[in-house]
């Protein structure tokens, strides 16, 4: 029976009974949800209190029925809601109604550098995941971008704690406004796809609470109600059960009082599921994703071997009863808050919301001018690259989603130069020509005949007469591309994308470039092109939200989530024992060491003093801005940097101020800078506004792993105002005494 359905309907009876004290406490919306966690507790038995800790179907697990507590329907994922599977298969269900709105990929929103697109995304998608009747939404994914290759970069939220931190949790919030709760993913230290469910990762707590906790801890601190462990192993212990980061840090030393969650399969061993913090074991098959029988959820380590632990007395029934009322208290969260929360689906409003994040998070690298497009009447301009055509709302894994509609960039651009240009599209070259994905079906056909010589030589010939020259290309989220299982092997374009850009730089009269990609690429081509856009998977309103940047009803405001570095080697990875792991003489597991600490992204960059292609933090605009009376004022804990922004420009625009925080001298390494603060601006032409960013201390630590502490030590430090990580337009020096 439907679970609102069925509380509703307890909730009626209760009311129209002469005494509603006679409603029992668990059922009473209005009483502390403890009591109501307490009371229904006692009225469960052990057999149906362990059948709430695992799987019954593929997204759901068990309510009470007989006490009318419904069961937990959970879905993917961070960028939509997932079509719906069968019960026990991963076939799809068949259902002509689950199209949703695809909402741009998680790292396009952290490109938008914008707290309030985080609500926004986070509400509609809440709103699209009730209507659905999804309780718990498996997403967002806050793991940070330690390698460019990882192959879900695009599901994340860039290379920064702080900045990923800042919009984790306005997205968990509007997610939970909706009485659905947010599963923050994949906890933690999963950074890789590559022997996901095989690698143990070797990381110090100064680089843990540094760089790959943060993130999570907002999330938890702002209210998350479900964390999801991930698949691979910390301190030699898969983390969907690991004693340290579930029981010691998240559930002690955070407080998180909500559910953990498996990855889906990702729970693999009996007595360690038990004790180890988890709460509810989800799965494909289960031990591991290494198969099973159909319908094998009684086998699931929760399931009849937790039973027959509580039985012979080898587990408690303590633990036990702390999961169930982690999960009882997502039910009366969720579908049993006693708030009517409808949701919506597909609506126009959610469509114009994808749209602005989309475009609000594009990014514009390089212009010479050539943007905004000005087109002569009757002119033309050429389209070449597959992405131009290719829907990419499918694709990528868990995050493959059906949606309603999806505009790709060649009919958003014949659109807005309907009746005044010409535009023509030329493929290029041919990438990937699948078009199911996890059985859902684009219907585009995207097979090719003809050679890649003619391919190009028949780009290059359009391309002469063209005033304008768009590429639009990049990476797609097929296997070892931006791709959930396997990551990236190279960060240069694939599919002779690079020489086909050089061969039309020497034609075009305007190049521009646009690369559509969930994660950093090489751009050795970069000087010989008039501008260059970087695109991201913008779900059903992409192809909108690059016409509207790249005509200039969208002034361009996104800047870079991570860095664009020259080359891969430039990184922080240098040996196989760093990425992608070793496997040491005797051992089970592959080791994957964290040797380069906190300096990942542009803390090493920075650092090391490497040049990169485009720095993180980086993005332009079709307007100007002057940054002046830059002040530091405060001391202590209570600091704030002050600045006076104006649009110098002719046309409306944001920016993105950033504060870093540089630490001159330590007991610790530091890095040259971090990201500590930063406000997004919108200014009509000529207008000025007043920004303030404060901090406290916290922006000054570093985490002291012996202490187990953050410490700020007194000494000199800088407080740098820039519009990028290399951009600074005002360096602020201040002590600590
Ligand atoms: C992914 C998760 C996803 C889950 C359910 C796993 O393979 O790692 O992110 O939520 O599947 O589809």
């Known amino acids: 029976m439907k679970k609102l359905t069925l509380f509703a309907l307890a909730t009626l009876v209760a009311a129209c009974s002469p005494k509603s004290s006679d409603l029992p406490v668990y059922l009473d919306a209005s009483k502390p949800l403890d009591e109501r966690v307490e009371d229904a507790l006692s009225r469960m038995t052990l057999e149906e209190k362990v059948a709430m800790t695992h799987a019954q179907s593929k997204f759901s697990s068990p309510g009470v029925p007989r006490l009318g507590i419904p069961e937990l329907w959970h879905t993917d994922g961070p960028h939509g809601i997932r079509p719906e599977v069968l019960w026990d298969e991963w076939d799809q269900a068949g259902w002509t109604n689950d199209s949703c709105t695809a909402f741009p990929a998680l790292v396009n929103l952290a490109a938008t550098w914008d707290r309030e697109l985080a609500r926004l995304y986070g509400d509609c998608i809440g709103q699209e995941a009730r209507y659905r009747e999804k309780d718990i939404l498996l997403g967002p994914g806050v793991n940070m971008g330690r390698t460019p290759l990882n192959g879900r970069t695009f599901e994340y939220m860039g290379e920064d704690p702080y900045l990923a931190a800042q919009l984790v949790v306005p997205y968990v919030q509007g997610v939970q406004a909706n009485g659905v709760a947010a599963c923050v993913k994949h906890f933690a230290v999963n950074n890789q796809e590559t022997r996901r469910t095989a690698t143990n990762s070797v990381v110090d707590d100064r680089t843990m609470y540094e760089i790959y906790l943060p993130a999570f801890k907002a999330a938890v601190d702002g209210g998350a109600w479900a964390i999801m462990g991930s698949y691979n192993l910390y301190n030699g212990q898969f983390n969907c059960h690991n004693k340290k980061l579930l029981c010691d840090i998240l559930k002690d030393e955070w407080g998180f009082d909500g559910v953990v969650i498996s990855d889906w399969g990702g729970c693999r061993d009996d007595d360690q599921a038990i004790v180890n913090g988890l709460d509810i074991e989800m799965g494909t098959w289960t031990n591991g994703l290494r198969g099973a029988a159909s319908d094998s959820y009684q086998n699931y380590h929760l399931a009849r071997p937790y039973l027959e632990r509580l039985r012979d007395g080898r587990a408690t029934e303590e633990v036990l009863n702390d999961k169930v009322r982690r999960i009882l208290r997502t039910v009366f969260r969720t579908s049993m808050s006693g708030e009517v929360h409808y949701g919506s689906f597909t609506s126009p409003e959610h469509f114009a919301a994808a749209r602005r994040i989309a475009s609000d998070g594009l990014v514009l690298l390089k212009n010479d001018g050539a ?47 309907d ?88 034609v075009a009269r305007k190049l521009v470039v646009v690369n559509i990609s969930g994660s950093p690429v090489a751009m050795p081509w970069a000087s010989r092109v008039n501008a260059i856009v970087q695109a991201w998977y913008g779900g059903s309103e992409s192809g909108h939200a690059l016409s509207d940047v790249l005509t200039g009803k969208v002034n ?15 990184g922080p990875l240098k040996s196989e024992r760093q990425y992608p792991g070793i496997k040491e003489e005797g051992e089970q597991w592959w080791q994957e060491y964290y040797d380069e600490g906190v300096f990942i992204g542009y803390r090493w960059y920075d650092t090391k003093q490497i040049p990169v292609q485009y720095p993180f933090g980086h993005g332009l605009s079709y307007t100007t801005f002057e940054i002046s009376q830059a002040a530091l004022k405060g001391s202590g804990d209570k600091r704030e940097v002050t600045a006076l922004v104006k649009n110098t420009g002719s046309v409306p625009g944001a920016e993105v101020i950033q504060l870093y925080i540089s630490d001159t001298e330590a007991s610790v390494e530091r890095p040259a800078k971090e990201l500590k603060g930063f406000v997004k601006v919108f200014l009509a032409p000529g207008e000025s506004r007043k920004i303030r960013i404060p901090f406290g201390k916290e922006a000054l630590s570093f985490f002291d792993a012996e202490k187990h502490a953050w410490v700020a030590e007194p000494g000199e430090f800088h407080a740098l105002l820039g519009t990028s990580s290399e951009d600074i337009r005002a360096d602020l020096p201040f002590s600590l005494k």
Not at 456 to 474: E, H, K, R
Not at 556 to 570: C, E, N, V, Y
Request: charged share 25%.
């Open 371 to 417: 943007l905004p497009l000005q087109v002569p009447e009757g002119g033309k301009i050429l389209l070449v690259g597959e992405n131009a055509y290719k829907m990419m709302v499918v694709g990528g894994g868990s995050s493959n989603l059906k949606t309603k509609y999806e505009v790709i960039p060649l009919d958003a651009l014949r659109e807005a130069f």
């Open 556 to 570: 361009p405001s996104g800047k870079l989530p991570f860095t664009m570095p020259l080359a891969l080697s430039d």
């Open 419 to 506: 009746g005044h240009a010409e535009v023509v599209w030329e493929r290029g070259y041919v990438g990937d020509v699948t078009t199911v994905y996890n059985k859902v079906v684009t219907g585009q056909d995207l097979s090719e005949s003809r050679s890649a010589e003619e391919l190009t030589a028949s780009a290059v010939t359009a391309a002469a007469d063209a005033d304008y020259v768009i590429f639009i290309g990049g990476l797609n989220k097929s296997k070892f591309q931006d791709n959930e299982g396997t990551d990236r092997l190279d960060i240069t374009l694939p599919y002779g994308q690079d020489a086909l850009i050089e061969a039309l730089a020497d």
